[in-house]
């Protein structure tokens, strides 16, 4: 049995370098990607979580399940959405480097 | 049972006229704006006839209460309209002689350029004035007191384009705010002592405590006093009504002659029975009254602008009115306020004619002559000045009789009031003559009158001093013409009600049975006069008393009114000798008393005085203690500081949004780490338990 211990830092671990390539990366793909890592990170983590309380209540809970169905929904949408804008606002301006797409300022 | 006389419709008429003319008046041709004029005055009038036709049959005091208007608590004030025998002679003298003003207006203003700007405030006034009238609590006769005070601004500012007309009409009102503070103060006084604003509750009470004499009373008489002495030009407030000449003739005519400066002797009248309880605010009328009457007379007599000698006349009349309500003689002071308004609408109004005829032209010293030139309006001004001058049997002789008969037989009075009234009968008479031979009589003193000019004749002063050698063929000056009928109509109604309009109180001295008096009686007499109580039970020990002084004194009524009649022949025969068989005279003696010439010539220098007293340190106050250092330096300072730092501080943050999407989510990151480390260390908990 593996304890819970190794997923939550396994989840840890990969948001911490889903957040640090968001941070450190231009392309605004990679950033892209990193977020999907964030989210799966999260995921995980739920994963275990649900295990974890299953196992401690003494019959199935499902709730954690519930939740990384509902992130992937949602991260399938935003995919398409924000894989939408990316190629618009590459024809528009022919770049993918974040630092100079910041037009949405004072 | 009272029949459903709708007097609430009397004041909506006109203001339904307002709407009207003021609204949609500039694209009506000008038939149509006199037509709802016209009848906008005319409805009320036709009104007013028919409720006179009831008025036996009615149970009085009879009231319309339309609503409430204002509820807080145990008080309140509601739209309610009473109608007694005051209330029906002022509905009266302002729907009639208001219609015929309208009338005249029609010709006067002709060929003005604000003619429905002219009718819709003329309707307007007439509304405020009759809620003024009918009103039945003092909430809503003060609405109509400060409406007509507007009405009045707007209509001296009709020429708004001049500086001095504009400043006239300001003066009119700033010097009225002060006044309508004494009422305001009345007011405030009368609910702290009574709860109620309403006549009837206010006087039932105060009837049914004989106790209270003076105290209270009085301060809220005072106030009343200081509000009326705003509106109805009293020293020493009197200041506006002269220069409240700047309007139109016609607007002098109803609003600074006949109707609205007279509402404060109504208001006198009609709160009779809170004077009637403090001898010292009665003694406060009736002195400044009369110090009124007095000086404003003597300022009379050296003005040379016609419509100015009328102004200081309409001062010195109403100080008359006064006079007789601060003798308690409040029939006299309404009969007075009555006969004036046809005598002195009818000066105002001929004077108007005189100044339509000239082109415009106000200043006495270059008229004269235009007896035979403007016959119908010199016989209708001669009706009226014999009238104010106090000839029998006109108008003003019944009315000033009355007034100053009342004063010498009053114990609020007495003989040095009455001596001085005498005198300003006098003088009154000799101005008045003064104007009539300066106007009428002599040869003409103009000098330049062109025909053509009448066309576009604007009516206004000309600012130019015209020379006054008269050349040969100017002296007839072909320009001067009499008015056509749609004035000189009113002039005839009102002369003939100068001549015939005393009757109506013709005193008992002279076989006359007072009718007037007796008719208001119900209204104003004089109740629990604490003096006259006083003086009874002194002399005579008797409770039967107060009936018994008018009755044995007819003799002394004759040979008071011989008096009069004698001081206004006097007046009369001085005036002629002055400006008629020796017109170089008035000359010398101005040079011959130049001090005392000079000291009525600039009008005691009150206007001066009050200039340096309480203008210049109010216009101190307001240029530099108020605009530069409160609104400048506090008010602009404090929202310019709170505008200038909340728009630092938002530059400082808005660099935060820098518009890059890794800036952002290095500070989420950075913030989300920081409240997770929170939350797991315990920080706060951790602080505060240290």
């Known amino acids: 049995m593996v304890p819970i211990a190794c997923y939550l830092v396994l989840g840890a671990i990969l948001f911490s370098i889903g957040v640090a390539a968001f941070l450190i990366k231009r ?51 935003e995919a398409a959405v ?8 590459f024809r528009a301006r022919n770049t993918l480097n974040v630092d100079s797409i910041d037009l949405m300022k004072l | 049972m009272n029949a459903d006389l709708h ?6 008429v006109p203001f339904a006229g307002f709407l009207v003319n003021g609204l949609l008046g500039r694209r009506f041709p000008k038939a149509l704006v006199t037509t709802v004029a016209l009848m906008a005055s005319l409805i009320p009038a036709l009104q007013v006839a028919v409720i006179v036709t009831k008025f036996s049959s009615l149970t009085l005091p009879y009231g319309e209460n339309l609503g409430a208007w204002i509820r807080s608590g145990a008080f309140h004030a509601d739209f309610s309209f009473q109608l007694d025998q005051l209330t029906l002679v002022m509905l009266c003298v302002v729907t009639g002689v208001g219609f015929l003003i309208h009338i005249y207006s029609v010709g006067y203003m002709a060929e003005e350029d604000g003619y429905w700007r002219f009718f819709a405030y003329m309707n307007l006034f007439l509304f405020f004035m009759l809620t003024l009238v009918l009103a039945e609590n003092f909430l809503l006769m003060f609405v109509g007191w400060e409406g007509v005070g507007l009405a009045s601004y707007l209509l001296i500012g009709f020429w708004f384009t001049r500086d001095s007309a504009a400043n006239a009409g300001k003066k009119a009102f700033i010097v009225n705010r002060i006044g309508d503070f004494g009422f305001l103060l009345a007011m405030f006084l009368l609910i702290a002592h009574f709860g109620t604003l309403s006549f009837s509750e206010v006087f039932s009470r105060i009837g049914s405590h004989p106790a209270w004499q003076g105290g209270f009373l009085t301060a809220i008489a005072l106030f009343l006093l200081l509000g009326a002495t705003g509106k109805s030009a009293q020293i020493p407030l009197y200041v506006w009504l002269p220069d409240a000449m700047e309007g139109p003739t016609p607007v002098s005519a109803l609003i600074h002659a006949a109707t609205m400066v007279t509402a404060g002797v109504y208001m006198i009248a009609r709160t009779h029975v809170i004077f009637d309880r403090s001898p010292f605010a009665l003694g406060a009328v009736a002195i400044i009254g009369l ?98 001058s106090g000839f029998p049997p006109l108008a003003g002789f019944v009315s000033k009789d009355e007034i100053l008969y ?15 009234g005498l005198i300003t009968a006098g003088l009154t008479s000799f101005y008045m003559f003064r104007l009539w031979y300066l106007t009428f009589f002599g040869e003409s003193r103009a000098a330049v009158n062109d025909a053509d ?69 119900p209204a104003v007499k004089a109740v629990h006069l604490p003096y006259e109580q006083a003086a009874v039970a002194l002399a005579t020990g008797a409770a039967n008393a107060p009936n018994a002084s008018p009755a044995g004194n007819k003799q002394l009524e004759l040979l008071l ?24 005279l008035p000359a010398k003696m101005a040079a011959q008393v130049s001090a005392l010439y000079a000291l009525l010539r ?24 108020l605009a530069v250092l409160v609104e400048r330096g506090i008010i602009d300072g404090g929202t310019l500081t709170a505008g200038y730092t909340a728009q630092g501080l938002g530059a400082l943050v808005a660099r935060i949004q820098s518009g890059n999407i890794r800036s952002y989510a290095g500070w989420l990151a950075l913030f989300a780490a920081i409240v997770l480390a929170v939350s797991y260390f315990g920080w706060t908990a951790h602080l505060l338990a240290r």
């Open chain 2, 291 to 388: 110090a009124t009457a007095f000086f404003a007379a003597t300022i009379g007599i050296v003005q040379t602008d016609i419509k100015r000698v009328l102004a200081y006349s309409t001062v010195s009349q109403l100080g008359y009115m006064f006079l007789g309500c601060g003798v308690a003689a409040y029939s006299a002071g309404i009969f007075h306020l009555v006969t004036h308004a046809f005598f002195k609408a009818l000066l105002f109004l001929a004077a108007g004619s005189v100044i339509h005829a000239l082109s415009g032209e106000q200043d006495m010293r270059v008229m004269g002559g235009l007896r035979t030139k403007i016959p119908v309006t010199f016989w209708t001004m001669t009706a009226a000045v014999f009238a104010i």
């Open chain 2, 453 to 521: 000019e009448h066309g576009a004749a604007v009516h206004a002063r000309s600012d130019t001093k015209l020379v006054l050698e008269a050349e040969p063929q100017s002296g007839h000056s072909h320009g001067v013409h009499e008015s056509p009928w749609v004035m000189l109509g009113p002039l005839v109604i009102l002369a003939i009600l100068s001549i015939i309009g005393g009757w109506m109180g013709w005193p008992e001295g002279l076989g006359g049975n007072n009718w007037f008096s007796h008719f208001l009686e």
């Open chain 2, 561 to 584: 009114a011989l008096c009069s009649v004698l001081v206004a022949l006097a007046g009369w025969f001085v005036a002629h000798v002055m400006y008629f068989a020796k017109p170089e």
């Open chain 1, 82 to 89: 924000g894989l939408a804008i990316i190629i618009a606002v």
């Open chain 2, 406 to 420: 009342q004063t010498f037989v009053s114990p609020n009075g007495g003989k040095i009031l009455w001596a001085v």
């Open chain 2, 602 to 625: 600039n009008k005691y220098w009150v206007d001066e005085l009050y200039g340096v007293v309480i203008v210049t340190p109010v216009l101190f106050v307001a240029r530099w203690l």
């Open chain 1, 27 to 77: 392309n605004i793909i990679t950033v892209f990607l990193s977020i999907e890592l964030m989210l799966n990170a999260v995921n995980l983590t739920f994963v275990a979580f649900s295990r974890r309380w299953s196992q401690v209540s003494g019959h199935l809970q499902v709730n954690g399940q519930l939740f990384v169905f509902f992130v992937m929904v949602v991260a399938a949408a």
């Open chain 2, 7 to 12: 007097l609430w419709l009397i004041p909506l």
